[in-house]
């Protein structure tokens, strides 16, 4: 953190024999600092403008010696270097879902940033540009194409000093460009939400950096576009019978659907996330002869891409979503589950690493596969006006399935939040109208109890 010291103290300019003979000396606090030029009236410039900063009441930095204007001019860098220097702060501490959002933020943002719009390329060159190269740390130290170079060579003279983002009119621009796609339309508005809390955590590092005085976005009115309702939306969740048609149409359709019948059975009968499934150690499943089992979820693969991992592997190791890391969900298993588990470690045994699923040659499943797979399935198992519906349109629908089957059998909210990983707020918010859909079951209760009494 900078000092500042109004004590200043400027001594007239002394002659001396070195190569740069005219030597400036002052004092700010109690620390000295001097400086040489090679002539006088080089000298007497310097020392006149120390004087007058001292005369205007300007506070002086006590490390450099230099009056606060002069401290803020030589500090004063451009925005694309400042956006730069947060990607930098942020990235070793990021996963690389988080990275990938970080570099579209300052993507996004960047070129409302810039002294005019005279040379720019096309929207679709700029944005690949700056979100695949230049807000991508991993490829710093690559070689960069050169019709990329001279897109970043652009921004690099283009770009505004962060002083002008004190103007509350060129901020907004950035918000404006937020809140649009390339194609001009309007994001939807978690995105803008998403950008925009970004966008304002950058000027916080700037304002930590002394680069502002404060945030710019704290003195602009602006809101952001209504968030849409999270609900899910019931026609997207199978039923019992309709699930058990699908999952059997994974398991009939090819070699990789019988490898991956198990999988999606772990989304509906446990609603573990796909990430979650790809994860899971044969040593987190309990699965006896007879009855229930257990899972013991407490690691995802989330698929980030491997531009933007550490080890250039498209899949990251975390821990469980918005939870410790070494959080771990306990979810009972019904017999169906445990059998569809049995089978299949009898079958294609675990992976080397103690993975239950396995690609054909012993990878990590991924999303485009099991997304064919199930698309497959769609097509086989559903009737026709079912097919074109948005019923179990993503293998995801599985898991609200899990959870609206707990719900509709009468499990306690509270249970079946904690079985799926969520808040209880959150299972309120989500499946809302599942949680209506059983009004009449609960007054018919709340009316036999009042009957009972009566």
């Not at 400036?24 to 080089?42: A, C, D, Y």
């Not at 901020?171 to 995105?191: E, F, H, I, M």
């Not at 019923?391 to 089957?405: C, G, I």
Request: hydrophobic content about 40%.
């Amino acid at each position: 953190m900078t000092e500042w010291s109004y004590t200043v103290k400027i001594w007239a300019i002394r002659k001396r024999d070195y190569r740069k003979p005219y030597q400036l000396r002052w004092k700010v606090g109690i620390r000295p600092h001097s400086e040489s030029f090679l002539t006088q009236g080089l000298a007497d410039s310097r020392r006149a403008q120390l004087i007058t900063a001292a005369r205007e009441g300007e506070p002086f930095d006590v490390d450099s010696g230099l009056p606060k204007s002069m401290v803020d001019k030589k500090r004063d860098i451009t925005w694309y270097e400042h956006a730069r220097n947060y990607i930098e702060m942020k990235w070793n501490d990021s996963p690389g879902n988080t990275r990938r959002t970080l570099a579209e933020a300052m993507a996004t943002v960047t070129p409302a940033f810039v002294k005019d719009t005279k040379g720019m390329p096309d929207p679709g060159t700029v944005r690949r540009a700056l979100y695949s190269w230049a807000f991508n740390k991993n490829q710093w130290d690559q070689d960069t194409p050169a019709d990329v170079i001279k897109v970043l060579n652009w921004f690099e003279k283009k770009s505004l000093p962060m002083s002008a983002l004190s103007d509350r009119l060129t901020v907004r621009a950035a918000l404006s460009a937020l809140s649009k796609k390339l194609d001009g339309k309007t994001a939807a508005p978690g995105t803008i939400r998403r950008k925009r809390a970004i966008f304002y955590n950058s000027l916080e590092y700037a304002v930590d950096a002394e680069l502002l005085s404060d945030n710019p976005l704290d003195r602009i009115k602006w809101k952001a576009p209504e968030q849409v309702a999270e609900e899910v939306d019931p026609a997207c969740a199978p039923n019992p019978g309709q699930a058990a048609k699908l999952l059997n149409a994974v398991r009939d359709q090819s070699k990789r659907g019988r490898r991956l019948a198990a999988f999606f059975g772990c989304m509906y009968y446990a609603a573990a996330r796909p990430a979650e499934v790809i994860g899971l150690q044969v040593g987190d499943c309990d699965l006896p002869r007879r009855g229930w089992g257990l899972l013991r979820l407490h690691e995802t693969r989330p698929r980030s891409g491997k531009d933007w991992t550490d080890n250039g592997e498209t899949h990251e190791k975390k821990g469980l979503k918005h939870r410790p890391r070494k959080a771990v969900r306990r979810v009972p298993i019904p017999p169906e589950l445990v059998a569809l588990l049995r089978w299949h470690l009898t079958a294609y045994g675990a992976a080397p690493d103690g993975r239950v699923f396995q690609t054909m040659r012993g990878g990590l499943v991924q999303d485009t596969g099991y997304g064919e797979v199930w698309a497959e399935a769609r097509s086989r198992a559903l009737t026709r006006a079912e097919f074109e519906s948005v019923l179990a349109k993503r293998p995801y629908d599985l898991r609200h399935a899990a959870v609206s089957t707990w719900l509709s059998s009468g499990v306690e909210p509270q249970l079946v939040a904690e079985r799926a990983g969520h808040s209880v707020a959150v299972l309120f918010r989500v499946y809302a109208k599942f949680l209506k859909d059983g009004d009449s079951a609960a007054n018919a209760k709340i009316s036999a109890r009042l009957e009972q009494a009566g």
